[in-house]
């Protein structure tokens, strides 16, 4: 039985093509399972191992909204889903088990309450996607993940949750796998990430 260690690395290496780009198709055909309304369906234990139904309510969804809500423009709307992406983490952590999920990936056995990039890029894609259905974001689109990294050019492979701006088309990654539960995602230029070099060990 190949251990978690290689589950993930076998994975993140079929996802990552050498353009980058993530295969057609929606995400959840081949990771997770799609949000259904203000249900969530958390991936963990590596490579959606484990998925854990969450449903959020009323009082949930407004905390995870709140921080957008006086967005005037992308920029600040970037910077607001940073902190509406972080309240997600902490309400979904406690029902998950997963609010003890640390930074990067955490080798070796016992890690149901971890996650990996693919993980990270499930959920946060599945926030997203409620967040757009709520019409909370004004000046962006969710779209597909992607995938960098392929051993071959050097670098390790890694997945993350992407928006692309309304006005300019502009792809921006939205990446929680650097950070614990409950902490902001990283956001950055989609072209800036793709050239980032990552390592798979915790810092």
């Not at 093509?17 to 259904?36: H, K, N, T, V």
């Not at 423009?73 to 889903?81: K, P």
């Not at 993940?145 to 309304?166: I, K, N, S, W």
Request: net charge positive; with cysteine; glycine share 8%.
């Amino acid at each position: 039985m190949r251990s978690l260690r290689e589950t993930g690395l076998l994975v993140c290496l079929v996802l990552a093509l050498p353009s980058g780009q993530a295969r057609a198709g929606d995400w959840f055909d081949r990771y997770g399972r799609a949000p259904a309304g203000d249900r969530v369906y958390i991936c963990h234990g590596y490579s959606c191992r484990i998925i854990t139904p969450v449903s959020l309510n009323s009082a949930e969804i407004d905390r995870i909204i709140a921080p957008l809500r006086d967005a005037a423009d992308a920029e600040a709307e970037r910077q607001a889903l940073s902190r509406s992406v972080a309240e997600f983490e902490a309400i979904v952590g406690s029902r998950a088990g997963t609010s003890g999920d640390l930074p990067a990936m955490q080798f070796g056995g016992g890690r149901d309450n971890q996650m990996d990039c693919i993980d990270e890029a499930t959920n946060t894609t599945s926030v997203l996607r409620v967040l757009a259905r709520r019409g909370a974001l004004q000046f962006h689109k969710v779209v597909q993940p992607t995938a960098r990294g392929f051993f071959l050019d050097g670098r390790y492979p890694h997945a993350t949750a992407v928006l692309a701006e309304v006005a300019t088309g502009r792809k921006w990654s939205v990446d929680s796998w650097p950070h614990a539960n409950g902490e902001p995602p990283v956001i950055m230029p989609l072209s800036k990430w793709f050239r980032q070099r990552t390592s798979a060990l915790p810092s």
